[in-house]
């Protein structure tokens, strides 16, 4: 069993930084909780897009890569761009599909046979610290 390279490990943790940064402000300035919840909107649909990337950088490595393989790696793009596109009165469920869809994500990573070994596990802990941050949030936008 290989190690996360540390740093893999030190960016995906820095990485953490701006999903957990909202609901702790939200807590702090809760007359500014829009503008947090805003702001963990667009980091989290980027990390989506970056995932989805990922998976697509792996993908290619190959030299006939396989067609659904890149189209699926596609769809996190499209789908953090889509959540984005929602209306503010759609806040709590914008949130919690990027959660959903940061969780599907996740088990495609954890099932996959084509990365290594540590990425998996390195995906389990900030999948739930970004789920977690999510939800978080969607619960102070009571």
């Known amino acids: ?14 990485g953490l930084i701006p999903f957990l940064a909202p ?3 939200t807590l702090a300035f809760p007359d ?7 702001a963990l909107l667009w980091w989290a ?17 190959n030299a006939q890569p ?3 393989l890149i189209g699926l790696a596609m769809l996190p793009s499209i789908i953090g761009w889509l959540v984005l596109l929602a209306p503010p009165k759609y806040r709590i469920a914008q949130l919690l ?3 959903a869809a940061l969780l599907v994500h996740f088990l495609w990573d954890w099932t996959s046979r084509s990365l290594p ?15 977690a941050a999510l939800s978080w949030q969607a619960a102070l936008q009571g």
């Open 117 to 131: 070994g540590w990425y998996g596990r390195l995906r389990l802990m900030l999948t739930t610290g970004a789920v």
């Open 97 to 99: 599909t990027l959660a």
């Open 66 to 68: 396989a067609p659904g």
């Open 32 to 38: 500014f909780r829009w503008q947090f919840t805003e």
């Open 45 to 61: 649909a980027i990390i989506l897009s970056f995932l989805g990337g990922a998976r697509w950088g792996a993908a290619v490595q």
């Open 1 to 14: 069993m290989s190690k996360t390279p540390p740093i893999v490990l030190f960016y995906g943790l820095a």
């Open 23 to 25: 609901p702790l402000a």
